[in-house]
């Protein structure tokens, strides 16, 4: 029994159990800050082309900022620092539209609080799972 | 046809394009607003592959730390 147990370990790549066992555990902050994107977008859908649409956009930009520099400095959290950089850009995007005066749709808008919602749902899930 | 991909990932994301299009001929959206949100998309696939990999790593680590206290046990 004790063979085929380490003959199961080593039959995985190295790298891979390193990454693994060593990865970044649960942090209740990283947790908070993608909760309270995943709502904060969630309600603001509801608001796009109200007057209220502009500071939710940049209150959203600034969730996603935070979240992106909170994930920068964790320990082995390569994954984790990548998808926030992505999410960041996508809330950046609405931002800056609004912050040029450009006429931004309704439909683009919900659109993009829409992909913030769901990739926050993913990483909220993973984030979630993290090894306590 | 790309809709129907077996991949669901994929199926979304081909669905959404689909849908993203329909908006702009219906003039709800501009040509400029439909690139950016196209560009999002690859990012939302991003994320998706990014978290598949977290997720698979956080499978691992409980099979070892499974195993480490199955062998300490023994």
């Known amino acids: 029994m004790r063979k085929l147990l380490l003959l199961l ?83 950046q995007g609405l931002q800056e539209r609004y912050e040029v005066g450009a006429p931004v749709s309704s439909a683009f808008c919900r659109v993009k609080y829409s992909s913030i919602e769901n990739s926050a749902k993913i990483l909220q899930h993973v984030i979630g799972d993290r090894p306590r | 046809m790309l809709v129907s991909s077996t991949d669901s990932e994929f199926a979304a994301a081909a669905a959404q394009v689909q849908n993203l299009v329909q908006q702009v001929q219906a003039g709800q959206m501009s040509p400029d607003e439909f690139n950016e949100l196209l560009a999002d998309l690859q990012r939302q696939l991003e994320i998706v592959q990014d978290a598949s990999r977290l997720q698979f790593k956080e499978v691992l680590n409980t099979c070892i730390n499974g195993l480490i206290t199955i062998i300490s046990n023994m």
């Not at chain 1, 979240?67 to 926030?84: I, T």
């Open chain 1, 9 to 91: 370990v080593l039959a995985l790549n190295g790298c891979a159990i390193y990454d693994s066992y060593f990865m970044t555990g649960f942090d209740g902050n990283e947790y908070q800050l993608i909760t309270q994107i995943r709502v904060d977008a969630s309600r603001f859908v509801k608001q796009c082309g109200s007057p209220s649409a502009t500071a939710n956009a940049v209150q959203i930009a600034y969730e996603t900022e935070m979240f992106e520099k909170y994930s920068e400095q964790l320990p082995r959290n390569v994954d984790g620092h990548k998808a926030s950089i992505e999410l960041n850009q996508i809330a």
